[in-house]
């Protein structure tokens, strides 16, 4: 059956890799990262949002992702690492209802709360999750942007000094933190951004790594999370804007960091804006191409087949999880 993140994060920072953290709502989008994860072999997290269960229903969702573990064993995978995880849990009710269902990890995001309410409301979930072997991720700093319906305007990176407080009294097992990604396709403004002479793109500023390795020296071997880990490839949007679309300086994080940040104790990685470009990208093409076609497997399909890539991309040259079964 599904599986908790425990071993498969230890496991993930003695390697010097990432688990792949995919978000998904829908079939196509859980059969692409299924197929994906079994033809490289790597272990795999689903993620679900309260945006995702509001949008199929949570007990679809849960039933897809248990229905998930037995396609990838007909897939040829003999033992599949596969974990449901809620994503963005903003209430101890919500995270308590996702453990009962079945959920095999969730989050509780009480960044935007003062520090002590995060401790105890992220405390609470974590006495009630361990009760079931469900494992928890907590976080600390804030993501500039939409996060978990909270807009902030700048981000507040994750202050080292308060890791080993906030992981001691919450006994939580993973730690988002902030170092300067964000939600969404539009990551930064093309102003904080130089050209590259070589290319002509905008490169985006560095992400934080100065806080990464501050928190990593005081919570040697903790698990780490990175959200908002989307690169938005520019032939995906540029696809998307040939077919019709209009997508004005997308910017997302670039490969190389996420590369380096998955060697470190960086063990989850969260893609979501990156599989939603290329189901759209797809689509559009397909719409352009094809105007006669309304049979919607003719377009979900080569979206389904565009999705498969990019998660098999971000699988071997990025994250480096392949080959871990
Ligand atoms: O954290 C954000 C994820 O990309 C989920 O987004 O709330 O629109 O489903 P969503
Ligand atoms: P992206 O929007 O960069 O894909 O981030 C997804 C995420 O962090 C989900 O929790
Ligand atoms: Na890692
Ligand atoms: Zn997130």
Redesign the pocket.
């Given at each position: 059956g599904l599986v908790n993140t425990r071993e498969m994060f230890a496991k993930a920072i003695k390697g010097g890799y990432a688990i792949p953290?995919f978000?998904f709502n829908n079939m196509e989008q859980l059969q692409a990262i299924i197929k994906a994860a079994v033809e490289t072999k790597s272990p795999v997290i689903l993620?679900v949002?309260k945006g995702a269960r509001n949008y199929a229903n949570q007990t679809l969702l849960r039933y897809m992702a248990e229905g998930a573990v037995q396609y990838a064993k007909e897939l040829g995978c003999p033992n599949p690492q596969i974990v449901l995880h809620l994503?963005?849990g903003d209430s101890f009710e919500l995270c308590k209802s996702c453990v009962d269902m079945g959920f095999s990890s969730v989050?509780i995001d009480g960044s935007h709360l003062p520090y002590d309410e995060n401790v105890a409301l992220t405390k609470k979930v974590v006495d009630y999750a361990h009760q079931y072997d469900v494992t928890v991720e907590g976080e600390l700093g804030v993501?500039a942007g939409v996060?978990d319906e909270v807009v902030a305007e700048h981000h507040t990176y994750t202050k080292p000094e308060e890791v080993v407080d906030f992981v001691t009294k919450t006994g939580c097992d993973s730690l988002a933190i902030s170092i300067g990604?964000?939600?969404?396709?539009y990551?930064f403004k093309p102003e904080q951004c130089h050209v590259d002479p070589a290319t002509g793109r905008l490169v985006p500023p560095p992400l934080a790594f100065d806080v990464l390795d501050g928190v990593m020296k005081e919570l040697p071997g903790f698990p780490i999370v990175?959200?908002?880990?989307?690169s938005?490839p520019q032939e995906e949007v540029d696809t998307i804007n040939k077919y019709g679309g209009k997508l004005e300086a997308a910017i997302?994080?670039p490969e190389d960091e996420l590369r380096k940040a998955a060697k470190s104790a960086v063990c989850k990685i969260?893609?979501?804006?990156?599989?939603?470009l290329a189901m759209t990208a797809a689509i559009r093409k397909v719409f352009a191409e094809h105007p006669e076609e309304f049979d919607p497997r003719k377009y979900l399909g080569p979206a389904r087949d565009n999705m498969e890539k990019l998660y098999k991309h971000k699988i071997i040259n990025v994250l480096g999880s392949n080959d871990k079964l």
């Open positions: 953290a978000n993620q949002s994503d963005h989050m993501l996060e990604t964000s939600h969404g396709a990551k990175l959200h908002g880990s989307s938005v997302g994080i969260n893609i979501d804006s990156d599989s939603r």
